[in-house]
T-cell receptor, first 115, second 114 residues
Framework: AQKVTQAQTEISVVEKEDVTLDCVYETRDTTYYLFWYKQPPSGELVFLIRRNSFDEQNEISGRYSWNFQKSTSSFNFTITASQVVDSAVYFCALGSTGTASKLTFGTGTRLQVTL | NAGVTQTPKFRILKIGQSMTLQCTQDMNHNYMYWYRQDPGMGLKLIYYSVGAGITDKGEVPNGYNVSRSTTEDFPLRLELAAPSQTSVYFC?????????????FGNGTRLTVT
Protein backbone atom coordinates (compact mmCIF):
# COMPACT_ATOMS: atom_id res chain seq x y z
CA ALA A 1 0.00 0.00 0.00
CA GLN A 2 1.11 3.51 -0.70
CA LYS A 3 1.16 6.23 1.88
CA VAL A 4 2.06 9.90 2.00
CA THR A 5 2.67 11.64 5.30
CA GLN A 6 2.69 15.38 5.76
CA ALA A 7 3.31 15.68 9.45
CA GLN A 8 3.02 19.46 9.55
CA THR A 9 -0.65 20.31 9.74
CA GLU A 10 -0.21 24.05 9.81
CA ILE A 11 2.74 26.42 9.57
CA SER A 12 2.72 30.16 10.19
CA VAL A 13 5.56 32.38 9.05
CA VAL A 14 6.17 36.06 8.61
CA GLU A 15 6.66 37.34 5.10
CA LYS A 16 10.19 36.97 3.76
CA GLU A 17 10.96 34.00 5.96
CA ASP A 18 11.99 30.74 4.35
CA VAL A 19 9.78 27.74 5.01
CA THR A 20 10.10 24.03 4.29
CA LEU A 21 7.14 21.70 3.92
CA ASP A 22 7.92 18.08 4.64
CA CYS A 23 6.67 15.06 2.72
CA VAL A 24 7.51 11.45 3.50
CA TYR A 25 6.22 8.64 1.34
CA GLU A 26 5.96 4.86 1.41
CA THR A 27 5.76 2.62 -1.62
CA ARG A 28 6.97 -0.79 -2.71
CA ASP A 29 7.15 0.25 -6.34
CA THR A 30 10.53 0.88 -7.89
CA THR A 31 9.07 3.34 -10.36
CA TYR A 32 6.91 6.04 -8.92
CA TYR A 33 6.16 9.72 -9.19
CA LEU A 34 5.87 12.47 -6.63
CA PHE A 35 3.87 15.66 -6.97
CA TRP A 36 3.19 18.87 -5.13
CA TYR A 37 -0.11 20.67 -5.55
CA LYS A 38 -1.14 24.04 -4.16
CA GLN A 39 -4.68 24.80 -3.01
CA PRO A 40 -5.12 28.56 -2.44
CA PRO A 41 -8.07 29.93 -0.46
CA SER A 42 -10.11 30.06 -3.67
CA GLY A 43 -10.16 26.26 -3.56
CA GLU A 44 -8.76 25.05 -6.85
CA LEU A 45 -5.78 22.70 -6.98
CA VAL A 46 -2.77 23.87 -8.90
CA PHE A 47 -0.02 21.55 -10.08
CA LEU A 48 3.44 22.68 -8.98
CA ILE A 49 5.92 19.94 -9.76
CA ARG A 50 6.35 16.29 -10.71
CA ARG A 51 9.40 14.16 -10.00
CA ASN A 52 10.00 10.54 -10.98
CA SER A 53 11.84 8.05 -8.84
CA PHE A 54 14.84 7.90 -11.14
CA ASP A 55 15.53 11.59 -10.99
CA GLU A 56 16.94 12.70 -7.66
CA GLN A 57 18.12 16.05 -8.87
CA ASN A 58 16.85 18.90 -6.83
CA GLU A 59 14.84 21.49 -8.68
CA ILE A 60 14.52 25.20 -8.30
CA SER A 61 11.83 27.36 -9.84
CA GLY A 62 12.04 30.94 -8.74
CA ARG A 63 11.43 31.04 -4.99
CA TYR A 64 10.40 27.38 -4.94
CA SER A 65 12.76 24.46 -4.57
CA TRP A 66 12.29 20.76 -4.06
CA ASN A 67 14.59 18.27 -2.37
CA PHE A 68 14.03 14.64 -3.32
CA GLN A 69 15.91 12.04 -1.27
CA LYS A 70 15.18 8.38 -1.93
CA SER A 71 17.35 7.31 1.00
CA THR A 72 14.90 8.94 3.42
CA SER A 73 11.79 8.63 1.20
CA SER A 74 11.27 12.34 1.37
CA PHE A 75 10.28 15.01 -1.12
CA ASN A 76 10.43 18.31 0.72
CA PHE A 77 9.34 21.67 -0.63
CA THR A 78 11.01 24.94 0.32
CA ILE A 79 9.69 28.42 -0.30
CA THR A 80 12.36 31.09 -0.06
CA ALA A 81 11.42 34.62 0.99
CA SER A 82 7.77 33.69 1.48
CA GLN A 83 5.01 36.05 0.42
CA VAL A 84 1.42 36.48 1.50
CA VAL A 85 0.31 35.01 -1.84
CA ASP A 86 1.99 31.76 -0.83
CA SER A 87 -0.68 31.23 1.80
CA ALA A 88 -2.42 28.02 0.82
CA VAL A 89 -2.75 24.34 1.59
CA TYR A 90 0.00 22.34 -0.04
CA PHE A 91 -0.48 18.69 -0.89
CA CYS A 92 2.17 16.11 -1.62
CA ALA A 93 1.03 13.16 -3.72
CA LEU A 94 2.44 9.82 -4.86
CA GLY A 95 1.61 7.86 -7.98
CA SER A 96 2.80 4.65 -9.54
CA THR A 97 2.75 3.37 -13.07
CA GLY A 98 -0.58 1.99 -14.06
CA THR A 99 -3.58 2.61 -16.19
CA ALA A 100 -4.46 5.97 -14.68
CA SER A 101 -3.15 8.67 -12.44
CA LYS A 102 -4.47 7.18 -9.23
CA LEU A 103 -2.61 9.40 -6.87
CA THR A 104 -2.29 8.97 -3.14
CA PHE A 105 -2.45 12.34 -1.45
CA GLY A 106 -1.09 13.46 1.87
CA THR A 107 -3.36 15.31 4.27
CA GLY A 108 -1.87 18.66 3.33
CA THR A 109 0.01 21.41 5.12
CA ARG A 110 -1.69 24.75 5.60
CA LEU A 111 0.80 27.60 5.19
CA GLN A 112 -0.13 30.99 6.56
CA VAL A 113 2.16 33.86 5.60
CA THR A 114 1.54 37.12 7.43
CA LEU A 115 2.95 40.60 7.09
CA ASN B 1 -9.23 27.93 -22.19
CA ALA B 2 -11.89 26.89 -19.70
CA GLY B 3 -10.00 23.75 -18.64
CA VAL B 4 -12.08 21.60 -16.26
CA THR B 5 -15.47 23.05 -15.34
CA GLN B 6 -17.58 21.77 -12.48
CA THR B 7 -21.15 22.65 -11.63
CA PRO B 8 -22.66 23.47 -9.24
CA LYS B 9 -20.18 25.15 -6.92
CA PHE B 10 -22.31 24.58 -3.83
CA ARG B 11 -25.22 22.31 -3.03
CA ILE B 12 -27.17 21.31 0.04
CA LEU B 13 -29.03 18.00 -0.08
CA LYS B 14 -31.35 16.31 2.32
CA ILE B 15 -30.65 12.72 3.29
CA GLY B 16 -31.95 10.35 0.66
CA GLN B 17 -32.04 12.88 -2.17
CA SER B 18 -30.12 12.33 -5.35
CA MET B 19 -28.11 14.65 -7.55
CA THR B 20 -25.56 14.73 -10.33
CA LEU B 21 -22.33 16.69 -10.16
CA GLN B 22 -21.37 17.84 -13.61
CA CYS B 23 -17.83 17.90 -14.98
CA THR B 24 -16.69 18.87 -18.43
CA GLN B 25 -13.26 19.51 -19.92
CA ASP B 26 -12.25 21.14 -23.18
CA MET B 27 -8.67 19.87 -23.38
CA ASN B 28 -9.52 16.65 -25.22
CA HIS B 29 -8.11 14.62 -22.33
CA ASN B 30 -8.96 10.94 -22.36
CA TYR B 31 -8.46 10.46 -18.64
CA MET B 32 -10.87 11.89 -16.10
CA TYR B 33 -11.23 11.46 -12.34
CA TRP B 34 -13.47 12.25 -9.42
CA TYR B 35 -11.90 12.91 -6.03
CA ARG B 36 -13.43 13.87 -2.72
CA GLN B 37 -11.72 16.00 -0.09
CA ASP B 38 -12.86 15.71 3.49
CA PRO B 39 -11.84 18.34 6.06
CA GLY B 40 -8.21 17.95 7.12
CA MET B 41 -7.72 15.05 4.77
CA GLY B 42 -6.10 14.51 1.43
CA LEU B 43 -8.01 13.75 -1.70
CA LYS B 44 -9.40 10.28 -2.24
CA LEU B 45 -10.23 8.84 -5.64
CA ILE B 46 -13.87 7.89 -6.17
CA TYR B 47 -14.00 6.85 -9.84
CA TYR B 48 -11.92 7.34 -12.92
CA SER B 49 -12.26 6.91 -16.65
CA VAL B 50 -9.65 6.16 -19.28
CA GLY B 51 -11.88 7.10 -22.19
CA ALA B 52 -15.44 7.37 -23.41
CA GLY B 53 -17.43 4.32 -22.36
CA ILE B 54 -14.82 3.10 -19.86
CA THR B 55 -14.99 3.72 -16.13
CA ASP B 56 -13.54 2.07 -13.07
CA LYS B 57 -13.72 2.30 -9.31
CA GLY B 58 -11.22 4.16 -7.22
CA GLU B 59 -10.58 3.98 -3.51
CA VAL B 60 -14.01 5.12 -2.21
CA PRO B 61 -16.70 4.32 -4.85
CA ASN B 62 -19.57 3.27 -2.57
CA GLY B 63 -22.63 5.48 -2.89
CA TYR B 64 -21.61 6.93 -6.25
CA ASN B 65 -22.03 6.17 -9.92
CA VAL B 66 -20.41 7.60 -13.01
CA SER B 67 -20.81 7.49 -16.76
CA ARG B 68 -18.63 8.62 -19.63
CA SER B 69 -20.60 8.92 -22.84
CA THR B 70 -18.33 11.56 -24.36
CA THR B 71 -14.68 12.54 -24.04
CA GLU B 72 -15.66 15.89 -22.58
CA ASP B 73 -18.13 14.94 -19.85
CA PHE B 74 -17.79 12.84 -16.72
CA PRO B 75 -20.78 13.30 -14.39
CA LEU B 76 -20.85 11.88 -10.86
CA ARG B 77 -24.19 10.72 -9.48
CA LEU B 78 -25.21 10.36 -5.86
CA GLU B 79 -28.32 8.20 -5.66
CA LEU B 80 -29.21 8.28 -1.96
CA ALA B 81 -27.34 11.09 -0.29
CA ALA B 82 -25.95 10.38 3.17
CA PRO B 83 -24.26 12.72 5.68
CA SER B 84 -21.01 10.82 5.10
CA GLN B 85 -21.00 12.21 1.58
CA THR B 86 -20.64 15.76 2.84
CA SER B 87 -17.38 16.77 1.21
CA VAL B 88 -15.75 18.85 -1.47
CA TYR B 89 -15.70 17.05 -4.79
CA PHE B 90 -13.05 17.65 -7.40
CA CYS B 91 -13.11 16.56 -10.99
CA UNK B 92 -9.78 16.28 -12.81
CA UNK B 93 -8.44 15.29 -16.18
CA UNK B 94 -5.09 14.32 -17.60
CA UNK B 95 -3.60 14.07 -21.06
CA UNK B 96 -2.29 10.53 -20.82
CA UNK B 97 -2.22 7.55 -18.56
CA UNK B 98 0.18 7.05 -15.75
CA UNK B 99 1.06 9.45 -13.02
CA UNK B 100 3.65 11.28 -15.08
CA UNK B 101 0.84 13.29 -16.63
CA UNK B 102 -0.22 15.99 -14.17
CA UNK B 103 -3.85 16.33 -13.26
CA UNK B 104 -5.83 19.42 -14.17
CA PHE B 105 -8.46 20.08 -11.53
CA GLY B 106 -11.77 21.86 -11.58
CA ASN B 107 -12.66 24.38 -8.88
CA GLY B 108 -14.62 21.87 -6.82
CA THR B 109 -18.21 21.37 -5.69
CA ARG B 110 -18.93 21.80 -2.00
CA LEU B 111 -21.73 19.40 -1.03
CA THR B 112 -23.51 19.31 2.31
CA VAL B 113 -25.94 16.52 3.18
CA THR B 114 -28.21 17.23 6.14
Amino acid sequence: AQKVTQAQTEISVVEKEDVTLDCVYETRDTTYYLFWYKQPPSGELVFLIRRNSFDEQNEISGRYSWNFQKSTSSFNFTITASQVVDSAVYFCALGSTGTASKLTFGTGTRLQVTL
Amino acid sequence: NAGVTQTPKFRILKIGQSMTLQCTQDMNHNYMYWYRQDPGMGLKLIYYSVGAGITDKGEVPNGYNVSRSTTEDFPLRLELAAPSQTSVYFCASSYSSGPYSPLHFGNGTRLTVT
